[in-house]
Every structure is written in C-alpha cells, then in structure tokens.
C-alpha cells in the first residue's frame, strides 16, 4: 500500500520559482531571527517550558488555534472534506468548538491555578505518580505518532516542490524542524505558531477564491457536488444520520457522543500540546481566554479547508480512486492547478510553515513531558535547573529523530485525518474520562485513576484492532475511530468507579484546587485592571462562539 | 526575567513581514503575463493578495503603535 502512496505523490510536481524560494526563504529567516532573539530572553527551565507565563490572551489564542492547523487541519480536513463532504464540518461545529469553551469555562481554572507544568502533572497531584507516568507515557508516544504524521505531510509538500524522493525530504524536513525547536523552545514555537497561521491563511484564501470561481460560486459548487461521487449527501450534515445511510456511514450517536463529546472534549482539553499553550498566559482569566479567543477562527477555518476539499472532488474526477491522486493531495493539487508564481510562494511557505508548526508544537509537548513528568517525576529529580534545560533540548533531538520513523508509519495511510483521529481514540478519550470523573466525584481514589486510564486505552485499541481484523463493523475508519473512543470512555468510567468502591479515597486536604467545589484558599487572586469587562469574560465569549457555531449548522442541515 | 514580548512584539513581526510580501506581490501582480491571469480564472491574484497583505500589515503595525504593550507586565512571583 505505501508503494501506490509514493508513486501518485510523485505524479504532483508544482511550478515554483525564484519569486517563489524568496518568499520561502525571506519567511525561515523571520523564523530563525525570532528564534535567536527568543534564545536570548530564555534563562531558566520555567521560560523554556511555558514562556515564562507572561503572554496575553490574544498571542496564547492564536498559538492555541495554530498548534492545531498544522498537517491536521489543512491536508487532513481537505482531505475529508473531500471524501466526506459537508460532514466534515461536525469536526469542527460540534467538535472543536463546544470543547474548547469547556476548557476555558469549567477546566483551565483547574490547570492554570494549580501551577502545573503538564497534564501529567496535574494526573499525580490528583491521583498518584503511576497515573502520572501512564499518562506521560502514552502522551509523549502519541506525540511522536503524530509529529511523523506532521512531518510526513511536510516531506509530501517538498517533494511536490522539489520532485525529491520522500525519504529524502522527511530527513531535510526533520533537520529543519529541529533547527529551529532547539534554538528558543517553546517562545520560538508559539511566535512561529502565530506566524504561520496569517501566511497559511493568506496562501488559502486565494485558492479557494478562483477554485469558487471556476467551479460557479457557491451555488456552482453545491450543483456539481450533487452530481460529483458524493452526491447529494455531500453537502448535508445531519440529514440521514438517524441511520447509517449518509458519506460517513455514521449516526447521530455516534457523531454526538463519539465525535463531539469524547473525542473532541478529549482532545481539546487533555491534550497537552495544546493546554500547554494556555498555561503560558499571564494569568488564569487570559488562561481560561485562550481557548476561547482560539474557538472563533476556528469556526470558520473551513472556509478554507472543507471547500478546497469539496472544489478538488468536483475538478479531480480521480481524486481517491486507484491509481489517482490521494485524498490527502486536494490542496496542493488546487494549488498547483490555480495559483501563479508569488502566490502560489505565500501557499508554499504557509503550508510548509504550517507543518512545522505542529511538529514543533508536538517536540515541545514531547520534551516538557519526558522532561518533567518521566525524568524529573520518577527517573531523577536531584540536578539543578540548567541541567534540565539541557535534557529538554536532547529530548528534542531525540523526538525528531524518532518521528523520521513514525512519518513512515503515516504515509501508509491514503486519510492522514483517519489515522490521527485512531490514535486520539487511544490515547485521549480514556484520559478525558478519567479526567472528567476525577474533576467532579471527588471520592474517586487514586488507584481508579491508573486502572481506568489504562483499560480505557487497552480497549480502545482492541476495538481499532477488531475493526482492522473484520470482527466489529463500523463502516468506516472514522467511524470506527467515534465508536473506540465512546468504548474507551465507557469502559474507562466503569472501571473508575469499581477500583473507587473497593479502594479509600484520598483525602480532602490533598484534593484543594483539584477537584470540583474544593477551592484552594492559598492561591491568590491574579485578576488585573479591565478582566472583568465583558469583552474579557470567557463565560460570555464562550457562550457566544457557541451560538455561532449553531447557526453555521443551518444552511448544511 | 525578560519576559519575550518585551524583546520584539510579534504584531511587528508580522505587519513587517506581511508588508513586504505585499509589496512583493503587487508589484509582481502589476507584471503578471495574460498567461498567468489566466491560470487564476481572470482574477489578477498576486495584485489582489498582494494588496490585501498590504492592509492587513498595515493595521498589524497601526496595532502594535496605537497599543504598545498589552496591560501592565506580569508580576514576577516565579523569581
């Protein structure tokens, strides 16, 4: 399968230039300036981790939103707007949205007050170190799982650029990310972050401009994806989903619960690489922002994702097919098929930027986690803080090398977006529920934390492996990876609760600043001058974006 | 503790980069062969995004002018 996935890449070359290469370079040098300036201003391991927690609302925001656009968003949701259609946008209305208001309302209080590095972290101080390094473990693997993912679409874009084999362009790929990850830490990563984000936006924005042109508006678009492969349930969203009979085979069970609940809340508010980003505002009312300020673009990120992924399926009849370009290839096909020299460098650099960007966003969560929560936790914690900052950085190295492997594993798959919704299957929903029932049940003890979060993760991944096998049938690979997660997030919440009864409980003193409706007293007010605006309020802009999302539904019903 | 946005305000990082992209692409769009319009369905693309990069890096630095800093500097309790 990996054989017919090189050879279709290899049939896209694009036409770039010099105009081209002087975008591209002027951008890296941008990049590697900020990186030596931020070198500059890193003194101890709290600035390297978390950037010194100085940030305001609106950088962390953006840097939120951006650790997530890297080869997810753009390849990936294109590429299942494409072979899905209009579904995709649940990813994004009853997915991402909804969650991420979640965590800036009800969780990053929880985070941000209780000072802690990681989510690891946060697992010991509520549960027990077992739990902490279970946690820490199937974190900083799933990282590296995805930064190959990250860098596998990286070396897909410089192949189409450069016409190098695809080994070839991982290990160049890889030695720049970690270029420019070593050299400032996660201050470099969250500028680059932001950066990346408006170039990518103004290389997409373009190409979904002419390819609406081409294709008749938005009322062209709509007529031929009726008559594309898709169909009529291209462009609906929730018609048919009381059965199986709609692009994703899914239900509206599994959409709600799978998708929306599990997987998204278990996405969003556990997974590090992207609190990470919220624990490094200046204080816990910008840290419960973040997420919030972050919730906005993303509700209308598809305009430049879903409808390039629906442009493609109708202009690239062979999209998908055997023998044709995979999905994974909708945008830089348009690109290649639309965009002149000088634009099509502002594309170029963006998506390129925009893969490293969520690579690096993965190094840096792999590094403070092996770091911190394995090194510090439970191998050694008796060396000064320099030392520390050292490991990080050889943990960077080993990271990158260690996803050259895993990007291997990534181009085996034709959906970059299916694999990488399998893994958050795994590795989130189960931590999401344990996460959740050790938030609000307060009895929950400390060894139904460790034995939940690992049965979660085990069954999660027998019900992948029994769809894989034939045995469970789920339609699709999406769908199978909706159901694994709601099964990981059953399972994990049956065994919490029979480990809690049989076990004692921890006690309240232990538990401040932990648990719902325990405050800890100790922990002073950081409010500043202005948070309590309305502007400022992350229940109303929560509430909000929300609302917004609801309404996007309405014309894709 | 040199707090980063103290060292260089990434709203001059990219009003700075997105104005000379622009300028890159308009003056580029300006020269663009009946060819290359084209390709872009008739639409002269590079003077179009080159100019709209023009605004919006224009009002990235107007930011960062009119707002210096954003609200006073964190207190520095981690020291």
């Known amino acids: 399968m990996p054989d017919a996935q090189l050879l279709a890449a290899q049939d896209l070359r694009l036409d770039v230039n010099v105009l081209d290469y002087v975008i591209l370079a002027l951008y890296f040098l941008v990049v590697l300036g900020i990186g030596f300036a931020a070198k500059r201003a890193v003194r101890t391991s709290l600035d390297f981790f978390l950037s010194g927690r100085a940030l305001p609302a609106w950088i962390t925001g953006l840097a939120f939103m951006s650790a997530n656009l890297g080869a997810t968003e753009v390849l990936g949701m294109a590429a299942n707007g494409a072979q899905y259609g209009a579904m995709t946008l649940h990813y994004y209305w009853i997915g991402a949205v909804p969650a991420m208001v979640f965590l800036g309302i009800v969780m990053m209080p929880f985070y941000y007050r209780s000072k802690v590095h990681s989510v690891p972290e946060f697992m010991r101080r509520r549960f027990n170190g077992a739990t902490q390094l279970l946690n820490a473990g199937t974190f900083a693997v799933a990282q590296i799982l995805i930064a190959g993912i990250n860098l596998y679409a990286l070396a897909l874009i410089m192949d189409a650029m450069l016409g190098w084999p695809l080994w070839l362009s991982i290990i160049v790929s890889a030695a720049i990310v970690l270029a420019y990850i070593t050299l400032g830490g996660l ?33 062209g678009l709509g007529e031929k994806v009726k008559q594309s492969v898709l169909g009529e349930g291209g462009l ?39 609190v990470q980003r919220a624990l490094s505002a200046r ?21 430049v994702t879903v409808i390039p992924g629906l442009v493609a399926v109708v202009l690239f009849g062979n999209l998908g097919k055997d023998g044709g370009p995979t999905y994974n290839e909708a945008i830089p096909l348009l690109m290649n098929e639309f965009l002149p020299n000088g634009v099509l460098g502002v594309a170029v650099t963006g998506l390129l930027a925009s893969f490293m960007a969520g690579m690096a966003a993965n190094i840096s969560g792999f590094n403070t986690v092996f770091t911190q929560d394995i090194w510090k936790a439970h191998i050694n914690g008796d060396h000064p803080d320099e030392w520390y900052v050292r490991l990080g950085r050889i943990a960077t190295v080993v990271g990158v090398l260690a996803g050259i492997g895993t990007a291997f594993i990534a181009a085996g798959f034709g959906n970059i977006m299916n694999y990488l919704q399998s893994l958050f299957s795994f590795f989130n929903a189960p931590l999401f529920a344990t996460f959740i029932i050790g938030l609000f049940w307060r009895r929950m003890t400390a060894w139904a934390g460790f034995w939940g979060l690992l049965t979660g993760t085990v069954c999660a991944f027998a019900s992948y492996i029994l769809y894989k096998a034939g045995v469970f049938d789920f339609g699709t690979e999406l769908n199978a990876s909706f159901w694994g997660a709601g099964i990981a997030f059953v399972v994990d919440a049956i065994v919490s609760v029979v480990v809690t009864l049989a076990t004692t409980p921890k006690p309240e003193s232990e538990l401040r600043g932990l648990v719902y409706g325990l405050s800890d007293a100790s922990v002073a007010d950081d409010a500043l001058a202005g948070d309590t605006a309305w502007y400022r309020s992350p229940v109303i802009l929560g509430a909000g974006a929300v609302v917004l999302a609801a309404a996007f539904y309405l014309p894709f019903l | 503790m040199a707090a980063p946005q103290r060292l260089f305000d990434i709203r001059r990082v990219i009003g700075g980069l997105f104005l000379v992209y622009g300028l890159i692409l ?49 207190s520095d309790e981690e020291e």
């Open chain 1, 236 to 274: 609906h969203t929730w018609a048919h989903t009381a059965g199986t009979d709609n692009p994703l085979n899914a239900n509206w069970i599994g959409l709600v619960f799978g998708l929306g609940f599990v997987l998204s809340f278990g996405y969003w508010t556990t997974n590090f690489a992207e």
């Open chain 1, 187 to 219: 201050s470099s990563a969250i500028y680059n972050e932001v950066m990346q984000f408006f170039v990518i936006v103004a290389g997409l924005v373009p190409v979904v401009i002419i390819g609406l042109t081409r294709v008749g508006g938005f009322s």
């Open chain 2, 26 to 74: 308009t003056v580029t769009g300006l020269f663009d062969s009946a060819q290359e319009i084209q390709k872009a369905e008739g639409i002269r693309i590079n003077l179009w995004t080159g100019i709209a990069m023009l605004v919006v890096g224009g009002a990235f630095l107007l930011w960062e002018r009119l707002r210096p800093s954003d609200g006073p500097a964190p």
């Open chain 1, 283 to 303: 204080n816990t009312n910008a840290a419960r922002l973040t997420p919030i300020v972050a919730a906005y673009p993303k509700l209308v990120i598809p305009i």
